[in-house]
């Protein structure tokens, strides 16, 4: 049961202009997200959070957004970099008995191209 | 500053053969800890986590294990590899439920 998914397993995007990654969730309990950014062999970066009280947070060239009411998060980038090449994962903290648990999507793999 | 520590970098394990990976870290107490998998083209896997010593839970039933002997100290084990527990383990580790976790560099495991 994939209770965070990624429906767009690639993404490509022309340097400078923004680039879109969704997500979406199944349980309208969760209530803290992440983005995070990943490079091959790496472990995961953390880029940005958000709890479900707010519906945008902002850093730098990356925006968070929630929409609570269908349940999905997208992470705006702009402008994208080629730099900004890379697996992005968003994630889910758990609820009740579970609030440790941080349950991870299956991945965004966006190229930008210079 | 916290750093987290987790090796080797890579290792090449005939099947049947047992597992040990260690993470450790450093600058903080009482860290919840993470083991994830990612295994070729998929996400990342929660496979145990741990909220203090001795305290494990698990996530999805299979061949390995994890314990936490000490406070900033998280083992992931096996007693026989299987073809199937090949992939990228990376542990991780944050304060609590409201934070961000920080990952290592990853445990690239490969069963022949």
């Known amino acids: 049961d994939q209770q965070v998914k990624q429906n767009s397993p690639s993404l490509s995007v022309q340097e400078g202009r923004i680039s879109i990654l969704n997500c979406d969730y199944t349980?309208?309990?969760?209530?803290?997200f992440l983005w995070y950014k990943k490079y091959p062999a790496e472990g995961p970066t953390f880029l940005i959070s958000?709890?479900?009280?707010?519906d945008k947070n902002e850093d730098g060239r990356f925006t968070v957004f929630l929409n609570k009411s269908a349940k999905h998060l997208s992470l705006h980038i702009v402008p994208s970099q080629p730099g900004d090449s890379a697996v992005y994962f968003c994630?889910?903290?758990?609820?009740?008995?579970?609030?440790?648990?941080?349950?991870f999507g299956t991945g965004t793999l966006l190229a930008v191209q210079p | 500053s916290q750093t987290i520590h987790q090796w080797p970098a890579t290792l090449v394990q005939p099947v049947g053969s047992p597992l040990s990976l260690e993470c450790t870290v450093e600058g903080t107490s009482n860290p919840n800890l993470y083991w994830y998998r990612q295994a070729a083209g998929r996400g990342l896997q929660l496979l145990f986590y741990?909220?203090?010593?001795?305290?494990i839970s698990s996530e999805v039933p299979q061949n390995l294990s994890a314990s936490r002997p000490q406070d900033r100290q998280f083992i992931l084990s096996s007693k026989k590899l299987l073809l199937s527990d090949s992939g990228f383990y990376l542990c991780a580790w944050r304060h609590g439920p409201n934070t961000e976790a920080f990952f290592g560099q990853g445990t690239r495991l490969t069963v022949v």
């Open positions: 349980n309208s309990m969760f209530d803290y």
């Open positions: 958000i709890s479900s009280i707010k």
């Open positions: 741990s909220v203090g010593i001795g305290q």
């Open positions: 994630a889910a903290k758990g609820y009740g008995g579970a609030t440790n648990k941080l349950i």
